[in-house]
């Protein structure tokens, strides 16, 4: 039976991505070998580094003072990075805390300076974003989450800031058609919008590092990893291969203007249908709702397991809510078609006739 993936991440690949990808760990770009096991410096994947790169900054439409890099280690791994190249022991930096994510930001970061939390939803269980806080001048950054995958708000406006902007997009990179000139750092694990597990993008403009006192680990370090693009130490090469195929995959939908129409519109049916079906409803201010990670719950908790139980008989996967809110999560990032989002509408409108 097909699978309408919905899962939160790792998640749903488009179709010729899975397919391209099976066929690269075959015989890679007819060498006759694996692409899993050539070497990193030959041309044949140097050419597909250079192709993710250049493809990922045209998509983001970026300015010539950017980098863009792919490292290991997850979103996780750039909590820490980013404070580690970007903020003195002596210096300050802004965060705004928005769910779980930017809690463990501010934690990493606190390691390696002073973090001035100016903003936080925590008190609705970060049902909201929050939108009157003011950005001290002095800070080395200020450190957004765009979006909130295990809460589902997002940002619908980015702040306004003078000081450099580092944004975590982790679950929403690349689905809606911002101006991603307004930032100075953006990273984002692959596996949400991207790709697969194992790689980072992380766009970088070079005029903010190389600021800081601390000696920064060669591993750790930004400018490291520019100089050698991003083939310092081995790296994750059938993560990138694979990010490559999406973005590729990315273009052909229109990029960031024609993915955004398509993810309007699966946001817009299913949310449709959490508001005026009465056994649902959403966990998150309305203004503030997330088009990647939407979450709802039953008004009857007792029904939950029901109906949790008939969404898996119809080949939904994936969309149980993260512990801390309960009820349903359903992911619709980039590659989720309009299609799937529609079979959990009629399977949700089909439980609450047969409930009726
Ligand atoms: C998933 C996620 C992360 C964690 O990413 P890892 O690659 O597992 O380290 C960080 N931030 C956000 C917003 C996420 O959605």
């Not at 899993?36 to 493809?55: D, M």
């Not at 930017?102 to 390691?111: D, G």
């Amino acid at each position: 039976m097909y699978q309408h993936n919905f899962n939160a991440g790792p998640s749903h690949l488009p179709e010729s991505v899975l397919k391209q990808s099976i066929g690269a760990i075959k015989n890679f770009d007819d060498t006759g070998l694996s692409i899993l096991e050539i070497s990193h410096r030959s041309e044949n994947f140097t050419t597909v580094i250079e192709e993710a790169r250049s493809i990922a900054k045209e998509l983001m439409n970026l300015e010539d003072d950017f980098e863009v890099l792919f490292l290991h280690g997850g979103g996780r791994t750039q909590f820490m990075e980013v404070a580690m190249n970007l903020l003195d022991n002596d210096k300050k930096a802004a965060y705004i805390d928005t769910g779980t994510w930017s809690s463990k930001a501010i934690e990493e970061a606190q390691l390696f300076g002073k973090v001035e939390v100016i903003a936080s939803s925590k008190d609705k269980n970060y049902s909201y974003i929050p939108q009157s806080y003011s950005i001290p001048e002095d800070a080395s950054y200020l450190h957004i989450t765009t979006n909130n995958t295990i809460y589902g708000t997002e940002y619908q406006n980015i702040p306004a800031c003078t000081i450099p902007l580092v944004a975590d997009m982790s679950s929403d990179i690349l689905s809606r058609d911002i101006n991603f000139n307004r930032f100075s750092l953006i990273y984002a694990g692959a596996q949400k919008n991207i790709g697969a597990a194992g790689v980072t993008l992380v766009a970088v403009r070079k005029s903010i590092l190389g600021k800081i006192k601390r000696p920064i680990p060669a591993i750790m370090d930004y400018c490291v990893h520019i100089k050698n693009g991003s083939m310092y130490n081995t790296p994750p090469v059938f993560a990138i291969y694979t990010c490559l195929l999406t973005l590729r995959w990315l273009k052909e939908q229109g990029g960031a203007a024609g993915i955004e129409k398509m993810n309007i519109r699966k946001a817009e049916a299913l949310y449709h249908e959490i508001d005026t079906n009465p056994l649902f409803k959403g966990t998150v201010a309305k203004e503030d709702r997330s088009r990647m990670n939407v979450c709802f719950v039953m008004e009857d908790k007792d029904l939950e397991k029901e109906f949790a139980d008939y969404c898996k008989k119809e080949g939904m996967y994936g969309i149980k809510g993260h512990r801390s809110v309960g009820g349903f999560r359903v992911s619709l990032y980039n590659a989720v078609s309009l299609e799937s989002t529609k079979a959990l509408v009629q399977a949700m409108e089909h439980f609450a006739k047969v409930k009726a």
